[in-house]
């Protein structure tokens, strides 16, 4: 159509137009290029779009596996951070059962050293009450004979008897006490 109404404005100026092709040249480019648009819309365009498309999926397929690795990454940052929590929390409890237990050992060892000072000061206690009555059994045979001697030299009798020395010792014994 529009090739035809060029035709027909060239038809009707009579002068001839230096700038419009003649009509054979206008009939024949018009084929060519028909021919070319129907090369082109039918085998380039197709193949270019598919090659966009193609380019398209590409790109969107590589962004989403972007953001899954970047789901998935933040997914095992997540988990690394519990778990490094839940060994924190267990270290701690760790350290807080070491303490109890450490303090539970020092008050059994405190308790056993208690009992052991005190088995120490009982046997000391019972070693010093026996060497103190060994004394005194000593003592008494030593300040007797003593006594027996001093006692026979004053009254001039002699005690010789064990019993009646015995009997003489204790009542001598007796009064050292009551007098103190």
Known sequence: MMIHSIVAA???????????PST????????????????????VLPNFKK???????AIEGRLEAAEKA??????KTANIEAEQSAARAEASQ??????AQGAAILAE???????????????AKAQIEAERQAA???????????????ASRVVGASLQNDKIASDVVDQFLAELEASK
């Open 94 to 99: 760790i350290r807080e059962e070491a303490r």
């Open 51 to 57: 090659n966009l498309d193609a380019r398209t999926a």
């Open 136 to 150: 005194l059994i000593s003592l008494r045979k030593e300040v007797g004979g003593v006594a027996i001697d001093l």
């Open 10 to 20: 060239a038809a009707e100026s009579a002068a001839h137009n230096p700038l419009l």
């Open 109 to 123: 060892l405190k308790e056993q050293a208690a009992a052991e000072a005190e088995r120490i000061t009982a046997t």
């Open 24 to 43: 054979a040249d206008l009939i024949w480019s018009s084929v060519v290029f028909a021919i070319l648009l129907v090369f082109f819309w039918t085998k």
């Open 70 to 75: 970047q789901a998935e990454a933040a997914a």
